[in-house]
């Protein structure tokens, strides 16, 4: 069973940046895949970016690539998505998801991921 822990959301001007955490805890944590959504009230759950378990590999959505960056400690058990230039479309909750299944790949649906984080609101102010 893995535990996954979101923190470091919040309000944030247009422009601003924003660095969330994801903690995690029980598992084997350099072995899953992790991967970042968000969800907008009255959408669906987005894929935003994902990284293999050794941190090779990257995956981001069209909408926040030269933006967002993520990567891992796997010592500390920590996967990070820090955030620039902000939008007001960016505005959501924002999930860490393990895929424990795929090692090398980034999988973009929600469906593949095993286990998910509380969530950690994003408001971005125009």
């Known amino acids: 069973q893995v535990q996954l822990v979101e923190s470091g959301g919040g309000l944030v001007q247009a422009g601003g940046s924003l660095r969330l955490s994801c903690a995690a805890s029980?598992?084997?944590?350099?072995?899953?895949?992790m991967g970042w959504f968000r969800q907008a009230p009255g959408k669906e759950r987005e894929f935003v970016a994902g990284i293999t378990w050794g941190g090779g590999r990257t995956s981001y959505a069209d909408s926040v690539k030269g933006r967002f960056t993520t990567f891992r400690d796997n010592v500390k058990n920590t996967v990070i998505l820090q955030m620039n230039s902000l939008k007001p479309e960016d505005t959501a909750v924002y999930y860490c998801?393990?895929?424990?299944?795929?090692?090398?790949?980034?999988?973009?649906?929600?469906?593949?991921?095993?286990?998910w984080g509380q969530g950690t609101q994003v408001t971005v102010s125009s």
């Open positions: 998801a393990a895929d424990v299944t795929h090692l090398y790949v980034v999988l973009t649906t929600a469906r593949e991921y095993d286990y």
């Open positions: 029980g598992g084997t944590f350099r072995s899953n895949v």
